[in-house]
């Protein structure tokens, strides 16, 4: 029974076609007026200038998998640095001959993480995997089953500790730092007092002195003879610490949700936790996807800084193959190879944020 | 009181289903609610208007405890609204409300929407709230948007899909708080329609509106409020035809 709606009495026709081709798209964007143009033409020269001797240093005159010696009277660049110590870049301290171990948990690892993008993978049988996976992986790092040699958490270094340290600090601090919000938003004195303090206090101070209380200070509190993994201090650090951050994001994502859905999920008789978990949530956290992204984008390029504790990151154990006598000078292209390695995780990273809000926007 | 026992449309016997004694309000300083007392009875519909900044929509929020009242008592269905949130859920079963922006989750279709009371409140397998909510649209005419989202309708539709989300939860009171001020002229209509049809099967109504056409027609009485006060309460034959107080006149002759 809706309203009856009128026909219109006109002609509804098409919209006219703008400037067709590569021609009318370079006239209309770059060459419309004389100061566009003028732009334009400078631009074309600087990246004339730059770009040919870059090219030739990168690509033509590079070597890229001999030993040291053969870099020494190259102009080009020596992409060599990375392939030759490839093994203690990716694997760091793991014990040679050993290596497939941390090989088989990271790639378990990332496949795992492709898996759980797809939404249509999002039953329980993915926390069994999860749990299956986690469980494989600790095994095949640390040792002791199957005639594997123990590797101590000491030894764990490289790309492993760096995608673990990065991955397990996202996964526990994002819900975390949702709980901290929902209670800095609390009307308990006690509860939104306990999450401020928190909040500020984590935020009022750098990561890396975070780690460096973990790891130094923490120990002076603790009973002789107690002690607890490194690794696992420089993660709960990681883990706090991106929980701060995320909580505030979403405390901002909360308040842009209207009044009217609390009282509407109050008035059908839903409880707090329902009313969060069913209403509001799903909508704070959608709005708040961009922000969120970022802040783990930086829990992730922060493990480098794990580096002050002992621990040997990606970052560091890449630093360590320019100390080598063999290898010193060629910093230039260790540094952009690692460049690239973080650009590429972070893009992928991002991309799929961009096609996460592309798909929870269909409906509204 | 008096004046409203005998208003009712069952025996005053009959133990009335919201009864607010006393009731005051303040919103920090200011005394938005004065000395109220009404009792509504089951399958009574009451219309209640003033002008903005009356106090009518503060009263009905009181009554499913949307608002904290710091004086009286209101005592729903047995239950009494206090700070004990078992009870305020417990009476937030038994009253539904309508809002005058509709406050539909955006994020869930229009059947999800029906049925996310039923499910997680009254605990109802969801192949039954599914066909229970389809019944409930089919009586607001609006079942083929089922799965559709709130964003794709008109403010008509989205508030009879608010009626049916309400109605889901089988409550016995509605309260409607100016359900078509937010409207199109031509929308108003349909919405109306809904709540006429509503009020004829019996349900128990308490309806805030500046819609007299909708009193005369459906309503057991008019209330007037200013300035946080019920200041008189009639039929509405008596209440449009032979208003008692100046206050009531000066508003009458403003929208009539």
Redesign the interface.
Do not use: A, C, I, Y
């Given at each position: 029974m809706n309203a009856p709606q009128a026909t219109p009495s006109r002609e509804f026709l098409k919209p006219p076609v703008t400037e067709v081709g590569v021609l009318g798209w370079l006239h209309s964007n770059l060459f419309n007026t004389w100061y566009n143009s003028l732009l334009t033409v400078v631009f074309l020269l600087v990246l004339w200038q730059l770009v040919p001797p870059l090219f030739s240093w990168a690509f033509i005159n590079s070597v890229w998998n001999s030993p040291a010696e053969a870099c020494r009277d190259i102009e080009g660049a020596c992409w060599s640095v990375i392939p030759q110590n490839i093994s203690f870049i990716v694997f760091g301290f793991f014990p040679d001959g050993h290596q497939w171990r941390p090989g088989i948990a990271m790639l378990l690892l990332i496949g795992l993480v492709i898996f759980s993008k797809d939404s249509k993978h999002w039953k329980k049988s993915l926390g069994v995997y999860w749990l299956v996976g986690l469980i494989t992986m600790g095994v095949l790092m640390y040792g002791g089953l199957f005639g594997m040699q123990v590797v101590d958490t000491d030894q764990w270094s490289g790309l492993p500790l760096t995608f673990m340290l990065a991955l397990f600090g996202m996964v526990a601090g994002y819900p975390l730092g949702v709980l901290l919000a929902l209670g800095r938003r609390s009307r308990m004195p006690a509860i939104k007092t306990l999450c401020v303090v928190y909040i500020e206090m984590i935020r009022g101070v750098p990561l890396i002195s975070l780690l460096f209380m973990s790891s130094v200070m923490f120990p002076l509190f603790l009973p002789e003879g107690v002690s607890f993994d490194k690794v696992l201090r420089a993660q709960a650090a990681i883990i706090l610490f991106t929980a701060a951050y995320i909580a505030e994001v979403v405390r901002g994502g909360l308040q842009a949700i209207p009044r009217g859905q609390f009282e509407a999920a109050d008035s059908l008789g839903l409880s707090y936790s329902q009313t969060m978990r069913l209403v509001i949530l799903p909508q704070a956290l959608k709005i708040v996807i961009p922000p969120s992204l970022g802040i783990l984008l930086s829990a992730f390029k922060d493990t480098s800084l794990v580096v002050i504790i002992a621990l040997y990151d990606v970052l560091k154990t890449t630093k360590v193959t320019l100390s080598n006598p063999k290898w010193t000078g060629f910093s230039t292209e260790a540094y952009i190879f690692l460049a690239l390695f973080y650009f590429i995780c972070c893009y992928a990273m991002s991309s799929y944020s961009r096609k996460l809000e592309k798909a929870l926007h269909t409906g509204h | 009181m008096n004046e409203s026992e005998k208003m009712t449309a069952t025996s005053p016997s009959e133990k009335p289903i919201i009864e607010v004694t006393g009731m005051h309000k303040w919103f920090g300083d200011f005394h938005v609610l004065s000395d109220i007392n009404l009792q509504v009875h089951l399958k009574e519909r009451i219309v209640i208007c003033g002008p903005s900044g009356s106090g009518k929509s503060t009263l009905i929020r009181c009554i499913?405890?949307?608002e904290e009242h710091q004086r009286g008592q209101i005592i729903i269905n047995g239950t009494e609204l206090t700070n004990d949130i078992k009870n305020i859920?417990?009476v937030?079963?038994e009253?539904?409300?309508v809002?005058q922006?509709f406050?539909?989750?955006?994020?869930l279709?229009i059947l999800d929407n029906l049925t996310?009371?039923p499910i997680?409140?009254r605990k109802m397998p969801k192949k039954e709230a599914d066909e229970m909510a389809m019944m409930y649209l089919e009586k607001v005419?609006i079942a083929e948007q089922a799965l559709?989202?709130?964003?794709?309708l008109s403010g008509?539709?989205q508030q009879r899909v608010a009626i049916a989300?309400?109605l889901c939860?089988k409550p016995k009171v509605m309260l409607f708080d100016e359900p078509t001020s937010a409207l199109d002229p031509?929308?108003i209509?349909?919405v109306l329609?809904v709540m006429i049809e509503l009020a004829e099967e019996g349900m128990t109504m308490l309806v805030v509106t500046h819609e007299m056409g909708f009193a005369k027609s459906v309503a057991d009485r008019v209330m007037f409020m200013d300035f946080g006060e019920i200041v008189e309460q009639n039929t509405p034959q008596e209440f449009f035809d032979n208003p008692q107080h100046e206050r009531t006149k000066l508003f009458l002759s403003q929208i009539l």
């Open positions: - | 499913n405890r949307l859920e417990k937030r079963t009253v539904g409300m809002f922006h406050n539909l989750f955006p994020h279709s996310l009371g997680w409140v005419h559709k989202f709130p964003g794709q008509g539709q989300r309400s939860m031509e929308m209509k349909e329609d």
